[in-house]
Nanobody, 126 residues
Framework: QVQLVESGGGLVLPGGSLRLSCVAS????????IGWFRQAPGKGREGVSC????????HYLDSVKGRFTISRDNAKNTVYLQMNSLKLEDTAVYYC???????????????????WGQGTQVTVSS
């Protein structure tokens, strides 16, 4: 059974850091594009970052470039999202998802992702 489980969310002050984890089971994560998405209250789900299966290339939403880093540990079947210099507007539920697609210039769009985790809440507040 394919499953993705996110963890690592929480409450953090502006300027703080969190590391989210996405643990996969039922499939080998290294063979798929893995994306991180987020959904803030009252807003649609947006892509934050993705990492390719083959060579670990990455893409980021413009607003998180330089602050967030996506990485993968194939031995642990886990993808991480290191989030630094967090801002109030980063508050959202964060989801990871897998896709068979990879586009060289940008992350696959949301419909290309076929399995999703349950999400983890990130709240940035003073």
């Amino acid at each position: 059974q394919v499953q993705l489980v996110e963890s690592g969310g929480g409450l953090v002050l502006p300027g703080g850091s969190l590391r989210l984890s996405c643990v996969a089971s039922g499939f080998a994560l290294e063979y798929y594009t893995i994306g991180w998405f987020r959904q803030a209250p009252g807003k649609g789900r947006e892509g934050v970052s993705c990492i390719s299966s083959s060579d670990g290339r990455t893409h980021y939403l413009d607003s998180v470039k330089g602050r967030f880093t996506i990485s993968r540990d194939n031995a642990k079947n886990t993808v991480y999202l290191q989030m630094n210099s967090l801002k109030l507007e980063d508050t959202a539920v964060y989801y990871c998802a897998k896709s068979n697609a990879w586009y060289g210039s940008h992350c696959p769009t949301r419909p290309a992702f076929d399995s999703w985790g349950q999400g983890t809440q990130v709240t940035v507040s003073s």
